[in-house]
T-cell receptor, first 117, second 115 residues
């Protein structure tokens, strides 16, 4: 079963507007971490933001914020004031595991964001 | 030089060739990973190394052979590949391999084409 679901293969946003990229996840572990990574055309995956399952407040990093709704198992990324340089693939990821069995980071299929001038 | 460096950036090989992908990290991390990124598929974790010991092999065919000679270097040796192995191969590292808050640092990948 797919553990990370990103239902938007592609999204368009006008420059300077905000955009929300959806992510839902599935886990039975009480402790897990949620991440968003950006992959520009150069190929390198760049860490954007992290949310721990026990964190009470939504994470924010500059123009990025994570809308964490634990009961709904969703971790949407909000990018405010979009810039042309935000055009890229965006991946939602979850890290879970145990100290005895090891930890894994698994990724969703990604959303390609296009920012229009 | 900082970060995670992968070479070569692009590789074209025949099915009978033997080649190697190289990854080097300058971050002092103890864990290194190989991921495979195919078109329209989520990233697939292939191998995990922690302190130079392979700790995970996710049912990867034996035509892929990893090697971690020290904590800064990771190789992926390729032989007798199939066309479906064509993909972007990403190397990543993290400070440790434990904890849910460990973020991954990626290289730019090697785009592999198997003819």
């Amino acid at each position: 079963a797919q553990k990370i679901t990103q239902t938007q293969p592609g999204m368009f946003v006008q420059e300077k507007e905000a955009v929300t990229l959806d992510c839902t996840y599935d886990t039975s572990d009480p402790s897990y971490g949620l991440f968003w990574y950006k992959q520009p055309s150069s190929g390198e995956m760049i860490f954007l933001i992290y949310q721990g399952s026990y964190d009470q407040q939504n994470a924010t990093e500059g123009r990025y914020s994570l809308n964490f709704q634990k009961a709904r198992k969703s971790a949407n990324l909000v990018i405010s004031a979009s810039q042309l340089g935000d055009s890229a693939m965006y991946f939602c990821a979850m890290r879970e595991g145990h100290y005895t069995g090891g930890f894994k980071t698994i990724f969703g299929a990604g959303t390609r964001l296009f920012v229009k001038a | 030089e900082t970060g995670v460096t992968q070479t070569p950036r692009h590789l074209v090989m025949g099915m009978t060739n033997k080649k190697s992908l190289k990854c080097e990290q300058h971050l002092g991390h103890n864990a290194m990973y190989w991921y495979k990124q195919s078109a329209k598929k989520p990233l697939e974790l292939m191998f995990v190394y922690s302190l130079e010991e392979r700790v995970e092999n996710n049912s990867v065919p034996s035509r892929f052979s990893p090697e971690c000679p020290n904590s800064s270097h990771l190789f992926l040796h390729l032989h007798t590949l199939q066309p479906e192995d064509s993909a972007l191969y990403l190397c990543a590292s993290s400070p440790t391999r434990t904890g849910v808050n460990e973020k991954l640092f990626f290289g730019s990948g090697t785009q592999l084409s198997v003819l």
